[in-house]
């Protein structure tokens, strides 16, 4: 196998509050990046996992091992054994991670997976699950995907599972979890003669080997597709872009922000003139006035059912914006009918970005009214001969996706 040797750095990863020590590793000739999410009791320096990790990199792959837990939580858990079972904890973590790695410039594009043992394979698939659009591929050595239960029909990325073959009870976890996840490929994969920790002579290589074939299968299936073209992205972001209406708290990185700003401003314009400015704003309490004072004066309106919604409108705990810890604004610089329809086209530039890049959008009609009001102008910093058009919300969709609508057919009303 040709030899491919890594570039590694130590790098801190800040995570919920806290910081994570991890080790980066990124081959010369990368195909995709894998993230490790070690099992109980071990951490970035898991002689299994560096060993596993070395086999990756002579296939082209980078990988991040980093510890979940801090020093402290260790020294507790030691003690206690309860925070390595805190599953939601560990999955909130690898995201964490996963967005770090996202935000990265020179990784932003290299396809994503990630590699489980034991607790950790349940923290990976749960965070599979929360950003289907950005993992392409998992592996679970070991796993608990029990753990996981609620998460595995939300999983949208190939899973290989591998289990020793001596170790019956995780093998039945393992096919009753498989049967759950109804929405991807799986594979189940068992060892022969190898326990839960693949002590055995030969069996961590077997998993070294499996583990590298599914990555580079699917990894390197993705790279493969960015190589041939921009458009092959493009069709693909369209056909998967969607309303979300769910989302959680966790916090975009700025700097995937600019890059879809940046992105959006490359839409077309008449005469190239370009008329468009931005709002970006983090601010959930405004954002929860603004919605407060948009329902009741939608609610106002007794001549329109609202779209269907007027009851939920008209619920407390409604928000227009979802719960989404990013709300864009785009202006434009111009009254004229046609600098609107080019922010129109800048702002699917950005929601075609986002879904790209793993995150989820919603334009939010409702909040058109209100985003004209004088005082509301004035704490977005939205000049007098601005005009707000187009309100879009960004974000890590909570739940599982909704589904995109089927499509009518093509309209065709003539052709020469």
């Not at 491919?4 to 990046?33: E, F, K, Q």
């Not at 309860?82 to 964490?96: M, P, T, Y």
């Not at 003669?193 to 290589?205: I, K, N, R, S, V």
């Not at 530039?349 to 793993?358: D, W």
Request: some cysteine.
């Amino acid at each position: 196998m040709k030899k491919n040797t890594p570039i590694g750095a130590d790098v801190r990863i800040h995570a919920g509050g806290v910081n994570l020590d991890g080790i980066l590793s990124v081959p010369a000739s990368l195909i995709g990046l894998v993230l490790f999410s070690h099992g109980s009791g071990s951490s970035r320096y898991s002689q299994r996992n560096q060993f596993v990790a070395r086999c990756l990199h002579e296939r082209g792959l980078g990988t991040l091992l980093f510890d979940l837990l801090t020093r402290e939580e260790e020294s507790i858990d030691i003690q206690t054994r309860q925070i390595r079972f805190n599953i939601e904890l560990l999955a909130a973590r690898l995201l964490d991670a996963t967005r770090w790695v996202m935000a990265h410039a020179s990784l932003s594009q290299v396809p994503i997976g990630y590699f489980g043992a034991s607790t950790g394979a349940a923290a990976a698939l749960i965070a599979a699950a929360e950003v289907p659009k950005a993992i392409c591929a998992v592996v679970s050595r070991g796993g608990r995907p029990d753990l996981a239960a609620t998460a595995l029909a939300r999983v949208r990325a190939p899973t290989l599972l591998i289990v020793g073959g001596a170790d019956d009870f995780v093998i039945d976890l393992n096919r009753t979890a498989q049967s759950s996840m109804i929405h991807t490929e799986t594979k189940l994969v068992i060892v022969p003669g190898a326990t839960h920790l693949f002590e055995e002579p030969g069996a961590l290589e077997q998993v070294a080997e499996l583990a590298g074939d599914w990555f580079e299968m699917s990894l390197g299936h993705n790279t493969a597709r960015q190589q041939q073209g921009e458009s092959m992205d493009v069709v693909e972001a369209i056909h998967h872009r969607n309303a979300t209406r769910s989302f959680s708290s966790a916090l975009v990185p700025d700097a995937q922000i600019h890059r879809l700003l940046s992105l959006a401003i490359e839409a077309p314009s008449a005469k190239n003139v370009q008329p468009w400015s931005f709002v970006v704003t983090h601010d959930k309490a405004l954002m929860a006035e603004l919605s407060t004072r948009a329902k009741a004066r939608l609610l106002r309106d007794s001549s329109s059912d609202l779209m269907g919604m007027r009851d939920q409108l008209a619920e407390p705990t409604f928000n227009i914006f979802y719960g989404a810890p990013v709300l864009v604004v785009i202006c434009s610089t111009s009254k004229e009918p046609q600098a609107a329809r080019d922010c129109y086209l800048a702002g699917e530039n950005l929601m075609l970005a986002a879904t790209g890049l793993g995150l989820s959008t919603c334009p939010i009609g409702f909040a058109w009214s209100v985003l004209a009001d004088d005082d509301v102008r004035k704490r977005l910093a939205i000049p007098e001969d601005y005009e707000p058009v187009l309100p879009i919300v960004v974000g890590y969709h909570s739940a599982q996706p909704e589904l995109a609508h089927s499509r009518n057919k093509v309209d065709l009303l003539h052709w020469d």
